[in-house]
């Protein structure tokens, strides 16, 4: 085992058990919920393969919902997630590239890019937990403001976390 992916189960653990103990009832203003596992999906390796990435967010899901009691929303959405990851990588591909960069963190890739990205996941994993949980397209109208509230919230956190675990070298 690699330090790589010591590092990697190490930071499973810790995303999931932030969010199971300390997330899971954070509310803002029963409007906007903290849902910062994703932050695992979202600071794994660039070049991790599409298999081992949707495993990781199943599994991902999968622990987050023995806690929720959802019954598998959480990991249906993170699979979709791990999914569309790849596209998005390549959709915001900077100018020069992930030459020599391993994992997509603000340091390594700079505020706009991992907001941008960072974002971008956290809408699309909001909108499809929503939209899964309400069971009907026309609830996830009504739950725009609360979507976009929970984007906002948990982008703020893995932005903290950022900042206080993620330092450049």
């Given at each position: 085992?690699?330090?790589?992916?010591?590092?990697?189960?190490?930071s499973?653990?810790?995303?999931?058990?932030?969010?199971?103990?300390?997330?899971?009832?954070?509310?803002?203003?029963?409007?906007?919920?903290c849902?910062?596992?994703?932050?695992?999906?979202?600071?794994?390796?660039?070049?991790?393969?599409?298999?081992?990435?949707?495993?990781?967010?199943?599994?991902?899901?999968?622990?987050?919902?023995?806690?929720y009691?959802?019954?598998?929303?959480?990991?249906?959405?993170?699979?979709i997630?791990?999914?569309?990851r790849?596209?998005?990588?390549?959709?915001?591909?900077?100018?020069?590239?992930?030459?020599?960069?391993e994992?997509?963190?603000l340091?390594?890739?700079?505020f706009?890019?991992?907001?941008?990205?960072s974002?971008?996941?956290?809408?699309?994993?909001?909108?499809?937990?929503?939209?899964?949980?309400?069971s009907?397209?026309?609830?996830?109208?009504?739950n725009?403001?609360?979507?976009?509230?929970s984007?906002?919230?948990?982008?703020?956190?893995?932005?903290?976390?950022?900042?206080?675990?993620?330092?450049?070298?």
């Open positions: 085992m690699n330090p790589s992916t010591i590092t990697q189960f190490i499973f653990f810790i995303y999931w058990l932030l969010q199971v103990l300390l997330f899971r009832n954070v509310a803002l203003f029963d409007t906007a919920f849902f910062v596992y994703v932050g695992f999906l979202i600071l794994l390796p660039l070049e991790i393969s599409l298999t081992t990435l949707l495993l990781l967010g199943f599994g991902m899901g999968l622990a987050v919902d023995v806690f009691d959802t019954a598998g929303v959480h990991a249906a959405t993170m699979v997630i791990a999914f569309i790849p596209s998005i990588i390549q959709f915001i591909r900077p100018s020069g590239g992930y030459d020599g960069i994992n997509p963190t340091s390594k890739l700079g706009n890019w991992f907001v941008t990205y974002g971008i996941i956290l809408f699309l994993h909001h909108s499809i937990l929503f939209l899964i949980q309400g009907n397209f026309s609830l996830w109208l009504s725009f403001f609360v979507i976009l509230a984007t906002v919230l948990s982008l703020f956190v893995l932005i903290i976390g950022q900042f206080l675990f993620y330092r450049s070298k």
